[in-house]
């Protein structure tokens, strides 16, 4: 056991951290973005082959299950990432400003936080899952599996919620490598243990949801291994665990509103979910192919955005506002970049995309017209993302949280709501409802970034004394 630790120890041992206020702008994006882009990649490479060995060895039904469940782990995802954003943005912006006591105190208040959240998270999950599967319209050939797969999710949620509060506070002064290694692990354990469950002890859904938790907690041990024998001030301490009232209203003033953007927007996909649910079984198989490739497009924005809030949180801690938007007009720029060459592959060979996931012609046919139609909007998404994520890092969420609110559920519902009613059995209309409020969400953005400083929401201020706490 103890030469198990010690290998863990040493894959996480060492500082990593990266001062981003000083040195080139282009390499600190691209050497944080890259590795959390890989990171993203195995998650979504372990997600992916949870639906291929569902869609391929249990059934359609069991396809379908699996798919229509994502807007809901979304949500939890989601709402978490939301507060591991807030504690992200307050050390990074004390790390800039040099305040390593700060640094401490978040760390643990974060990790309090965390664990009192996995205990609320895991009961209410369960026992709310039978009344969201309803307001999905989930189709009585797919509840059986859907509820099974939720179920097991949630209940191991607590290794999901520890490794993303974890990877937050390293990428936070700078460390994306780290949470990258211990992804690749975790995609790894994943994908064998899918294997080994479905294909040689026959669990079916129940197998592929006990591989995906068992996979979490892994990389949850791993990120504590990490910040328990950290050489710098992100080193957490069990004792020391508590909660520092000053830095977790800090931490809630930014990471709420994250929080409750994503986890409302989510819940909002639940409704997009039944729209196309309406249309049946191989129309949902369709857009659960889509939304598997749909990632590998957002990924690299995604990624480049946190990069942009790390950089503005740590030169905004600094003072240094020139600086800090710069290195958002150069994370735009590699974000559209980037999208536009992903998005040229996936309008070429839509076919093949969707039947890696299921070969049934019908599922192939609204697969493909699904990416067609979606993907050249993707670039007003880069917009809004890196715009987001540069808002956040100077400690202004909520602005992004009113107008993605805005755009993604009042609007979008609005839209669905009247398009189902004047084109009725039309499925394309629906599907635009996404691109919709990227546009809206994207042009509001726009508007607000260039008309208000960054520095006007700075958490830490150049007067500001380190014992405010």
């Not at 979304?74 to 943005?89: E, H």
Request: glycine share 8%; charged share 10%; aromatic share 12%.
């Amino acid at each position: 056991m103890s030469s198990v630790k010690q290998f863990f120890a040493r894959i996480a041992g060492g500082r990593g951290d990266v001062d981003m206020t000083e040195g080139s702008i282009v390499r600190h994006i691209l050497s944080f973005s890259l590795p959390l882009l890989l990171g993203y990649l195995f998650q979504q490479f372990y997600n992916t082959v949870d639906t291929w060995v569902v869609g391929n060895f249990v059934s359609n039904e069991a396809f379908s299950a699996v798919g229509t469940v994502s807007p809901i782990i979304n949500l939890l995802i989601g709402f978490f990432t939301g507060l591991a954003t807030g504690a992200g943005v307050v050390i990074s912006q004390y790390y800039g400003a040099g305040d390593e006591k700060k640094v401490s105190d978040t760390v643990h208040t974060a990790m309090a936080l965390t664990f009192l959240l996995a205990v609320v998270f895991t009961a209410a999950g369960i026992l709310m899952t039978p009344a969201m599967l309803s307001l999905m319209n989930t189709p009585e050939e797919s509840l059986p599996e859907a509820k099974t797969y939720l179920t097991i999710y949630f209940s191991g949620a607590v290794g999901l919620m520890i490794y993303n509060m974890g990877a937050g506070i390293l990428r936070a002064v700078g460390d994306s490598q780290k949470p990258f290694l211990f992804l690749i692990v975790s995609s790894l354990v994943n994908t064998g243990l899918d294997l080994l469950f479905v294909l040689v002890f026959h669990m079916g859904v129940a197998g592929v949801a006990y591989a995906t938790i068992i996979a979490q907690g892994i990389s949850a041990i791993l990120v504590l291994i990490t910040l328990a024998t950290a050489k710098n001030c992100v080193r957490y301490t069990f004792r020391k665990t508590r909660f520092v009232l000053p830095t977790l209203r800090q931490i809630v003033t930014v990471g709420f509103p994250v929080a409750i953007q994503v986890a409302i927007t989510s819940f909002s996909n639940i409704f997009v979910q039944s729209y196309i649910n309406d249309f049946g079984t191989d129309c949902m198989s369709g857009w659960t192919a889509y939304s598997k490739i749909d990632p590998l497009i957002l990924l690299p924005m995604q990624s480049i955005a946190l990069a942009v809030t790390t950089f503005v949180g740590q030169n905004l801690g600094k003072g240094d506002e020139a600086r800090a938007k710069r290195g958002v007009s150069i994370g735009l720029f590699i974000s559209i970049l980037s999208a536009v060459i992903l998005m040229i592959p996936v309008l070429i060979f839509p076919e093949p995309l969707v039947a890696f996931f299921n070969d049934r012609s019908e599922v192939i046919a609204y697969g493909s017209l699904f990416l067609r139609w979606i993907s050249p909007f993707y670039v007003l998404c880069c917009v809004n993302q890196i715009y987001a994520g540069a808002l956040r890092g100077a400690g202004n969420s909520r602005v992004p949280m009113y107008v993605m609110l805005l755009s993604f559920v009042l609007f979008r519902q609005i839209y669905l709501f009247a398009f189902s009613r004047l084109l009725p059995g039309a499925v394309i209309p629906i599907a635009l409802g996404y691109p919709a409020g990227w546009l809206l969400c994207s042009a509001v953005l726009a508007i607000y970034y260039a008309k208000v400083p960054l520095s006007k929401k700075r958490l830490i201020r150049s007067d500001e004394k380190k014992d405010i706490a």
